[in-house]
């Protein structure tokens, strides 16, 4: 088998990668790597793997490297999957999989990092005089672009949620793993009007789960209010 290493950002989309991993039994390496405490960006370290700098990253033999974690889920799913984890090619259930790779990153982390971004500015230190026009630019944002998109997305999953255990079916695929991340995001900075009952059963459910500890307890802590 080849060699893995996973170089792992704290508090990052790279913990989808060890979980998968876990759930797939594949023997990996990890090479931690912590945020700026300041930034709370990657150290430029990453940098030296590939000109992005940016994590999840996945060295396959020391001569293969691999960046973007749907890329990173698909050929760890095509190449030691052996059947799991994917729904048979050709069904509706592949289709709903295939939907929901690509969506994750596509359509729903946009607008949730913007949030975040705005979160962010609503928070900064400025002069008092300026406070009142930060935080009119970010309600603003959040009125008209923000909350409506999020809202909208919000309704979409609950609803699939609601119909199944899993977004693809009954039984956990690497598209959940994928959508995992987006979501615990959702929750944590979600608003009143937000509430998911069928999402949050989703969450405590992907969380029981023995693999998803097991990257926790090789990844290190995971907490997203400071990522």
Request: overall charge neutral; some cysteine.
């Amino acid at each position: 088998m080849a060699k893995l290493v996973v170089h792992h950002l704290e508090n990052s989309r790279s913990h989808r990668v060890l979980w998968l991993l876990e759930e797939l039994g594949v023997p990996y390496e990890l090479v931690r790597y912590a945020r700026n405490p300041v930034t709370m960006r990657a150290p430029p370290t990453l940098d030296r793997l590939h000109p992005l700098g940016k994590s999840p990253l996945v060295t396959v033999d020391d001569d293969l490297v691999l960046a973007e974690s749907g890329a990173i889920i698909e050929y760890l799913v095509d190449t030691y999957g052996e059947g799991r984890l994917r729904p048979e090619p050709g069904t509706e259930a592949h289709q709903r999989y295939r939907f929901w790779l690509h969506y994750a990153e596509g359509s729903l982390m946009p607008p949730l990092l913007v949030r975040l971004v705005f979160d962010r500015v609503r928070k900064a230190p400025v002069p008092f005089f300026i406070k009142p026009i930060t935080k009119g630019i970010v309600a603003k944002v959040e009125s008209t672009f923000t909350g409506p998109e999020i809202a909208k997305h919000v309704a979409f999953i609950e609803g699939e949620l609601a119909k199944r255990e899993y977004l693809c079916g009954d039984e956990l695929t690497a598209a959940d793993v994928q959508m995992s991340f987006p979501l615990e995001a959702l929750v944590l900075r979600q608003r009143s009007q937000e509430r998911t009952p069928a999402i949050a059963a989703f969450l405590d459910r992907i969380h029981a789960r023995p693999a998803y500890g097991k990257a926790l307890e090789r990844g290190g802590p995971y907490d997203l209010a400071m990522g």
